[in-house]
């Protein structure tokens, strides 16, 4: 059974069957420990979206809204199950179609990777690591979804990480979880070990800097630049072979910097270049 609510504002231009690049929504933040009302992001993004200036070259290219996952209030475990069925009937529609993910709150990515290899590495891009065992006694909680995820058996990195636990820390050692700041010699080292290699991205949004993001969940000083966000994705499909992303974190109710048109650009350009590309 499909949990997909379709009654959006984006027209796709195109059917599942000929995406090349599909959009999910996830309105979930149950489990936001600071700043509530990521859950308003996959809508409002989708409302910036609208208004941006568009490529000519977007209305032609093989791109699918296919909805917004109906999530379930307070149950993280169930809102996932309801993504993975979503996610896994579009993959059964379209084997190779890439898959957005707009959030939402972070733990909701664990549930998009459904049906991609376990050889695929996920990067993070996160103020934080996101590597507790469990947060308040949730281990479904956007604290500790690389940890869910590196356990699942996927390589997992981050980029941006400036906030963490010392038993974070020890975890990614013991794991050989690699990560580092936002100084782009580091940056260019990590993404450097992943020439050739099969990458999802998660751009958590508080990896950049509140200064120009004010509009995320858990907002932290200093971060990435909205240039450095490009060079990686730009890195990544030009070097690895990017295989899905998501946005998430974003939480309109508190952008005072445009944040929520930051991640429609951004959102555009990766349409732009890897339905671009796959074409
Ligand atoms: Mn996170």
């Known amino acids: 059974m499909l949990y997909l609510n379709r009654n959006l504002i984006l027209e796709s231009n195109c059917d599942i069957k000929e995406a090349a690049v599909a959009l999910i929504g996830v309105p979930f933040d149950s489990t936001s420990s600071y700043r509530a009302g990521s859950r308003t992001a996959p809508l409002e993004i989708r409302r910036e979206f609208f208004e941006l200036e568009k490529e000519e070259t977007f209305f032609g290219l093989p791109f699918c809204d296919i909805g917004n996952v109906e999530a379930v209030p307070g149950n993280a475990r169930e809102t996932l199950r309801c993504v993975e069925d979503s996610v896994n009937w579009a993959r059964q529609e379209n084997h190779g179609v890439f898959i957005l993910g707009l959030g939402g709150e972070h733990t909701i990515t664990h549930a998009l990777l459904a049906g991609l290899p376990k050889d695929t590495f996920v990067l993070s891009l996160d103020a934080h690591l996101d590597l507790k065992d469990d947060y308040l006694g949730e281990k479904w909680s956007h604290a500790a979804v690389m940890r869910r995820i590196s356990e699942s058996g996927f390589d997992v990195g981050v980029i941006g990480a400036r906030s963490f636990t010392s038993d974070e820390d020890d975890y990614a050692r013991k794991h050989g979880i690699v990560h580092c700041g936002c100084g782009r010699k580091d940056i260019e080292k990590l993404l450097g070990n992943l020439k050739g290699r099969r990458v999802y991205l998660t751009l958590d949004f508080d990896a950049i800097s509140p200064h120009i993001a004010a509009g995320v969940s858990n907002p932290e000083p200093g971060g990435l630049s909205l240039e450095d966000v490009r060079f990686i994705y730009n890195r990544l499909i030009q070097k690895s072979t990017l295989a899905g992303a998501d946005i998430v974190e974003v939480n309109p109710l508190y952008d005072t910097t445009a944040t929520t048109v930051m ?15 796959k074409r």
């Open 263 to 277: 991640a429609a650009g951004i959102m555009q350009d990766i349409i732009v270049k890897v339905a671009g590309k």
